[in-house]
């Protein structure tokens, strides 16, 4: 006897508002409204195994509108993903629980992503099914060929990221994203219409999507809807008419269900008005069973699919293997070897953002899943290079992307090309933007994804452009958040090491700030210096009196004030600290032989001096930015805000005494 549907998104709601009222907090109302969606959903058009979370060609689901996660750990319990068991969800947003108060990547299999920050879900969800396009292009139809699903709420819509997600997915014709927007009417404050009337319909329209509706509890309209957007070119929008908190007799469609448990009286209610006469995270055994069944029918999917990539050619089925388990190719480093040694035999002067040009296209042949980008700055990044063919609608053959003047877009859709396996993504804006991309960032780091920023313009010495564009305390911000790696190199050696650097580490973001104006090739050894995150690159004639530390292009000014101070016989040696992470991360004996604790130290790097007093020390000085910078030549303003060689040695001699 078949189990009703309807009975099956109860399982949802009781499950979820018992969470919530057992956790004295959380938001029960969208699981409530959305559960006749998910449940549609999933066990008609979705297709995932929960003994294969990691299935390459599963369909993606994004909950957008991460306050809801109860909907989300719910679906993953119903359907019988080993790692969220029942008592799981009893422990709702405790402390080690895998059901924290907003969905978070890696705490349990399944979640696809973090969200919580609204809109976020819906611009990884276009970066996923970005990746998906791309490797379709490379890789065939028979082996990637799946959707993206994204459940949104009216948050989400009016978040500004929104914009810049769906015109990018509209643009690119990704025919093969299907968000659900959950057109509820309600937000914390109350009714969206105290502070929306967009016709949202009409704005997705604009940018280039299918747009439906549906009742969002008429179960065979959600299906219907679903299967429309299936068969379209175009991304689609189906804005699912629902009820938030549905039944909740006394509470629900108001935003007393939004963000509050219901109450004890409320849930009682509650379960005689769905028919639900079962005892709190009590599931009967027949609804539990539809809702495994629905769980075990994507392993013959993943069976056939299995079938498919055994009959591929043994080269692109290793590659296709070991691109989605984000394994680097065998010997991927060699070609940047071979162009760090032509580096130290042509010593060219050039900017870091073009060092970093001449990396990647040192990188990008032996690594074909390094996919770039740039929101709308591609020749002042210089993150393309000739081998880099783009990527445009209807064709996804290609490794570089126009992000257009979409940073945030960008960013947020790099982490959902990170989150779906199979290509590396890096983008490119000036540093100053980074502002932009910080919520992005910081879920880069949270998810600990490989996303790598290249960020050029790093300083007063990008010159005319002037202070709305001069970052001053971007690097001090981003060094403080956890798990970013920040590198400034000093010159092109340094470039292709800290690139190096990045490509490997697949445990967070890495930002590569990287100057415009030129500097000298400083470096004259090939040894991977950069690794330790500081070094010294110029070493004393005696025993060091004074260590000057310096980043990217103020290297070279500290060395021009080392011999300044070697000329007076103060021993002096220069560090350069392209990464102040890494070489925090060193022991306490490789930190005290690059900074002696008998020496006097002066750190000097144009931007915010905060930070520096850790590496200098109580008789150190800093030499650096105390205020925003200035339109007018870089020379110019290096002099004006007293970065020069001159003043750093000032700066030591004054503490020597």
């Known amino acids: 006897m078949s189990v009703d549907p309807h009975e099956m998104a109860n399982a949802i709601r009781a499950l979820s508002m018992d969470a919530v009222q057992q956790a004295n907090s959380g938001h029960p109302g969208m699981p409530m409204g959305m559960a006749d969606v998910a449940t549609v959903l999933f066990s008609k058009h979705l297709a995932f195994d929960p003994r294969r979370p990691d299935w390459p060609n599963r369909d993606r689901f994004v909950l957008s509108a991460g306050h809801g996660s109860m909907l989300l750990y719910a679906l993953l319990h119903l359907t019988g993903y080993s790692d969220m068991t029942l008592e799981e969800l009893k422990n709702f947003r405790q402390l080690g629980a895998k059901t924290a108060g907003h969905p978070e990547y890696g705490h349990a299999t399944g979640i696809e992503t973090t969200t919580g920050p609204l809109g ?13 396009r791309i490797l379709a292009a490379r890789f065939g139809d028979e082996i990637v060929d799946h959707h993206t699903y994204v459940i949104a709420g009216d948050g989400c819509l009016m978040e500004g990221i929104s914009h810049e997600a769906i015109s990018l997915a509209g643009h690119l014709k990704l025919g093969k994203l299907v968000v659900l927007w959950d057109d509820n009417g309600i937000s914390i404050d109350g009714s969206v219409d105290l502070s929306c009337s967009d016709d949202q319909m009409a704005r997705f329209a604009a940018s280039g999507w299918h747009v439906l509706d549906c009742d969002g509890h008429d179960h065979k309209a959600i299906s219907d809807a679903i299967d429309a957007a299936r068969n379209e070119p175009r991304p689609s929008l189906i804005a699912c008419k629902t009820v938030i908190g549905y039944g909740a007799p006394n509470k629900q469609g108001t935003a007393a269900t939004h963000g509050a448990p219901l109450g004890a009286d409320e849930i009682a209610a509650t379960r005689e008005h769905l028919g639900w006469p079962h005892e709190p995270f009590t599931i009967p055994d027949d609804v539990l069973d539809a809702w495994r069944l629905v769980g075990a029918r994507g392993a013959s999917k993943a069976a056939a699919w299995d079938v498919r990539l055994a009959e591929m050619d043994q080269d692109r089925h290793e590659s296709f293997k070991r691109a989605s388990a984000g394994r680097l190719p065998e010997g991927w480093q060699k070609g940047l070897e071979a162009h760090i040694a032509k580096l130290l035999q042509d010593k060219p002067a050039v900017a870091t953002r073009k060092a970093s040009q001449m990396a990647i296209e040192a990188i990008q042949p032996s690594l074909p899943e390094l996919i770039g980008g740039s929101a709308d700055l591609t020749g002042s990044n210089l993150t393309r290079t000739g081998s880099m063919a783009p990527v445009s609608p209807g064709d996804f053959a290609g490794s570089y992307i126009y992000y257009g003047i979409r940073e945030h877009g960008m960013a947020a859709a790099m982490n959902g090309m990170a989150l779906h396996g199979g290509v590396i993504p890096f983008g490119g804006t000036f540093l100053v933007f980074t502002d932009y991309c910080r919520p992005s960032i910081r879920l880069s780091a949270l998810m600990q994804q490989r996303v790598i920023y290249v960020m050029t313009h790093d300083s007063i010495g990008l010159g005319e452009d002037g202070p709305t564009h001069q970052p001053v305390e971007h690097l001090a911000s981003l060094r403080a958040m956890p798990n970013v790696r920040v590198f400034r190199p000093a010159d092109a050696v340094e470039t292709a090491e800290c690139w190096k650097l990045a490509i490997e580490h697949d445990k967070g973001p ?38 000057l530390i310096a980043t990217g292009t103020e290297v070279a000014l500290a060395i021009e004030a080392k011999k300044q101070l070697q000329s007076e016989n103060i021993a002096t040696s220069v560090v350069s600290m392209p990464c102040t992470e890494l070489f925090d991360a060193q022991d306490a004996d490789y930190r005290e032989s690059v900074l002696p604790k008998d020496t006097v130290k002066v750190a000097v790097e144009a931007a915010s001096t905060y930070g520096w007093e850790r590496y200098v020390g109580d008789n150190g000085a800093i030499v650096g930015m105390n205020s925003f910078g200035a339109s007018a030549p870089a020379d110019k303003l290096y002099e004006h805000f007293g970065i020069t060689a001159a003043a750093v040695a000032e700066a030591a001699k004054s503490r020597l005494g």
Do not use: C, F, W
């Open 120 to 132: 976020q879900g819906l611009a990884n969800a276009v970066g996923m099914a970005l990746a998906e």
């Open 510 to 547: 890495s930002i590569l700030a990287l100057s415009r104006q030129g500097t000298p090739l400083l470096r004259k050894e090939a040894k991977d210096r950069s690794a330790k995150g500081g070094y010294i690159i110029d070493a004393a004639h005696d025993a060091a009196q004074v260590v």
